[in-house]
């Protein structure tokens, strides 16, 4: 992994609670430093299915109006309803092979406008913002 140096100004206070911690925890500085700023960076998306990542990581860079668009979206009544029928077909065994590419298609739209709508709350949240809960 490429490594970058910064020079970073920090007041005393904080500079001491590192070093405290660093010695309480017989871990040195740096390792310190660096855990703060991974718990204190952006959620990641590490975790999200490798079709989805890129999608996912992209929200990184919209500002704040795009983020809060994504997360009040919601699926049409007309869109829910013919996945609704598809999926009613798929367990009773009466899709043809077209509705079932269907299935799978809209599935996999469902799937990433859901995970859309989570990280774009979290990274909401992240950046300080109250997310209500749904």
Not at 18 to 37: D, G, M, P, Y
Not at 105 to 118: G, I, P, S, T, V
Request: glycine share 4%; no cysteine.
């Amino acid at each position: 992994m490429p490594v970058e140096t910064v020079t970073l100004q920090i007041p005393e206070i904080i500079y001491q609670r590192l070093v405290n911690t660093a010695v309480a925890t017989q871990r040195s500085l740096e390792e310190v430093i660096l855990q703060a700023i991974k718990v204190g960076s952006p959620p990641t998306w590490d975790d999200v299915p490798d079709e989805f990542q890129a999608d996912i990581a992209a929200l990184d860079k919209l500002d704040d109006n795009a983020l809060w668009h994504i997360f009040h979206s919601r699926k049409t009544a007309s869109d829910m309803e013919r996945y609704n029928i598809l999926l009613e077909g798929n367990s009773n065994g009466t899709l043809t092979e077209a509705e079932r590419l269907e299935l799978m298609a809209l599935r996999h739209e469902a799937d990433l406008f859901m995970l859309r709508k989570a990280q774009a709350g979290v990274l909401l949240r992240w950046r300080g913002h109250i997310v209500p809960t749904p």
